[in-house]
């Protein structure tokens, strides 16, 4: 009889702890289904409703359960670490919520802004600054639950107070040895607000070329045209300098160098580069023409410029450019290509000091022996005579 007394007080803590956790259940089936009505009809929640869903399904019953145990008799045994491990429950699983719904949220403003329309610039833009303040957000959400987490247990409470009392000198060496944390923290906040990249930005790194493939809390990976990664921290972009080619814009112009003789009339390389463009989808029909940029001793430097609307169908033009202008060349002038000219004297020199004469100087052939001297044969006439 007295173990039924002593038993009885978390008979009726189970009891309650049964009916609220069968209130619990009935409330997600309620809001659950009333949600999957309204989110056809709303953009951020049809986001941030799915993403939540699950911290959710734990955070009422752990709620519901936390309420009953603190209305229990402080007299029950055990029920102090209960009451601790329910707190716990309860504040991880709001922190979870809490980052779960920061996640859709950034979720549903990206896809309200999709890169995959011709002009994304606007779009890069507001998916940059939304992924880096959404982990910004999601860091400082876990940073602050995970401390009121470890604020419910008492000898830690303590332990944080009379540390506060050394807090100057821990703080600037705790500042000196979190520098590298602290400084991707501030680049990323730098990065979201004056974007000096956005996603999908073609930049050259390191002597690179790639795209900006991802930007996290504490590096950006860009990837390389040859479907390499590059893993660059934050900090980097802040402290060093870079090309971006899609900062204002895609569009970009291309350059096609080329070396002819002088007597190459520029004409029909001008027709011709024109044809190439007009005949080629990846041209923008913005510039097309050739211009003599440079002289050597031997050749002219010949610089096409054509323009397109990315870096990507850039090169393709450019590649398309030289592989036409040089068949052209081959077909049609083939003397005119760069040539080396030589000139040989034969005047007799002047004596040197000494009254002696040097003697004259006959270059060899290029290449190959010299050809024999023959007579020509009746066979060798017989076809002079026909051509």
């Known amino acids: 009889m007295q173990d039924w007394s002593q038993r009885s007080p978390w008979v009726g803590v189970a009891v309650a702890a049964a009916i609220g956790l069968l209130v619990?259940?009935?409330?997600?089936?309620?809001?659950?289904?009333?949600?999957?009505?309204?989110?056809?009809?709303?953009?951020?929640?049809?986001?941030?409703?799915?993403?939540?869903?699950?911290?959710?399904?734990?955070?009422?019953?752990?709620?519901v359960l936390h309420i009953v145990v603190q209305n229990a008799p402080d007299e029950l045994g055990g029920i102090h670490p209960l009451r601790q491990f329910l707190t716990v429950l309860v504040m991880a699983c709001g922190t979870w919520m809490l980052a779960r719904a920061v996640s859709g949220l950034g979720d549903a403003v990206e896809a309200l802004r999709p890169v995959d329309v011709a002009d994304n610039l606007t779009a890069r833009r507001v998916q940059t600054q939304t992924r880096?303040?959404?982990?910004?957000?999601?860091?400082?959400?876990?940073?602050?639950?995970?401390?009121?987490?470890?604020?419910?247990?008492?000898?830690?409470?303590?332990?944080?107070?009379?540390?506060?009392?050394?807090?100057?000198?821990?703080?600037?060496?705790?500042?000196?040895?979190?520098?590298?944390?602290?400084?991707?923290?501030?680049?990323?906040?730098?990065?979201a607000f004056s974007q000096p990249i956005r996603l999908d930005d073609v930049v050259i790194v390191e002597g690179e070329w790639g795209r900006i493939e991802e930007i996290t809390g504490t590096y950006v990976v860009v990837r390389i045209w040859d479907q390499r990664r590059l893993v660059v921290p934050l900090q980097w972009w802040i402290e060093h300098?870079?090309?971006?080619?899609?900062?204002?814009?895609?569009?970009?112009?291309?350059?096609?160098?080329?070396?002819?003789?002088?007597?190459?009339?520029?004409a029909p390389l001008r027709e011709a580069l024109q044809r190439v463009c007009e005949g080629s989808p990846l041209w923008d029909g913005r510039v097309c023409l050739v211009?003599?940029?440079?002289?050597?001793?031997?050749?002219?430097?010949?610089?096409?410029?054509?323009?397109?609307?990315?870096?990507g169908k850039g090169w393709d033009l450019r590649c398309l450019v030289r592989e036409e202008l040089m068949s052209v060349m081959q077909r049609d002038y083939p003397a005119y290509l760069p040539q080396l000219r030589a000139q040989l004297d034969g005047r007799p020199q002047a004596p040197d000091s000494e009254g002696n004469r040097p003697e004259p100087f006959f270059p060899a052939p290029a290449s190959g022996p010299m050809p024999e001297q023959r007579s020509p044969t009746p066979e060798h006439e017989g076809a002079g005579h026909q051509r």
């Open 24 to 63: 619990a259940w009935a409330l997600f089936h309620v809001s659950d289904a009333l949600f999957k009505r309204v989110l056809p009809h709303t953009r951020f929640l049809k986001w941030m409703v799915p993403r939540a869903r699950q911290p959710v399904r734990w955070l009422l019953p752990a709620l």
């Open 291 to 311: 211009q003599v940029t440079d002289f050597s001793e031997r050749a002219m430097q010949l610089r096409c410029l054509v323009s397109t609307t990315d870096s």
């Open 132 to 191: 880096v303040i959404t982990r910004l957000v999601m860091g400082f959400i876990a940073l602050v639950g995970v401390a009121l987490i470890l604020m419910t247990f008492p000898s830690i409470r303590q332990l944080g107070t009379s540390l506060l009392a050394s807090a100057g000198l821990a703080g600037i060496a705790a500042g000196f040895a979190a520098r590298p944390i602290l400084g991707n923290l501030l680049a990323g906040l730098q990065i």
């Open 241 to 266: 300098p870079f090309q971006n080619w899609t900062r204002h814009s895609a569009d970009l112009l291309g350059t096609v160098f080329l070396w002819v003789d002088y007597r190459m009339p520029l």
